[in-house]
């Protein structure tokens, strides 16, 4: 079992940045892909970034050249560094992890709201 704690959202105006973090409990953190996830009312839910557990990153379109994603195994963190924030980008962000890239996500975090706007 393991359980995620998201951090780091909140109101950013058009154009700034924000980090978003996700703590995992267990031992196990390291073997683990992790992704971020994020969803509006009016869309489904949708893959912004993924990283196995060596280290590889995967991107949306909608945010590459903007989003990071990195890992630091020491902490059980998973990290999500937005620049260039668009009002587009305002959604719930949900982490999850998966026992490896080519399993489905089955651990998910509560979910951070991120709101862009002026």
């Known amino acids: 079992q393991v359980r995620l704690v998201e951090s780091g959202g909140g109101l950013v105006q058009p154009g700034g940045s924000l980090r978003l973090s996700c703590a995992a409990s267990?031992?196990?953190?390291?073997?683990?892909?992790m992704a971020w996830y994020r969803q509006t009312p009016e869309k489904q839910r949708e893959l912004v970034a993924g990283?196995?557990?060596?280290?590889?990153?995967t991107y949306a379109d909608s945010v590459k050249g903007r989003f990071t994603i990195s890992r630091d195994n020491a902490k059980n963190t998973v990290y999500l560094q937005m620049n260039s924030l668009k009002p587009e980008d305002t959604a719930v962000y949900y982490c999850?992890?998966?026992?490896?890239?080519?399993?489905?996500?089955?651990?998910w975090g509560q979910g951070t709201q991120v709101t862009v706007s002026s």
């Open positions: 999850a992890a998966a026992e490896s890239i080519t399993r489905p996500y089955t651990y």
């Open positions: 267990g031992s196990v953190f390291r073997f683990y892909a």
């Open positions: 990283i196995s557990s060596s280290g590889s990153p």
